[in-house]
């Protein structure tokens, strides 16, 4: 594995991370989960980015 694929492996476990960190925040909580649940949505939405971001460098490397 070169290094790419460990960060596109990194980014993709961090999004998968912190979808589920955002939904139970969600769910155990009033409106301070609401507020920690969007602190989630950012950092998943960062993680995608990262993550298309590796795919489309793989893609076009080869």
């Known amino acids: 594995m070169n290094f790419i694929t460990v960060i ?14 955002g939904l139970s925040s969600m769910v155990a909580h009033g409106e301070t989960g609401h507020h920690t649940s969007e602190q989630w949505m950012i950092m998943r939405v960062a993680s995608q980015a990262l993550a298309v971001a590796m795919i489309l460098l793989l893609v076009f490397a080869q």
């Open 8 to 21: 596109l492996v990194v980014a993709l476990i961090a999004t998968v991370f912190s979808l589920i960190g």
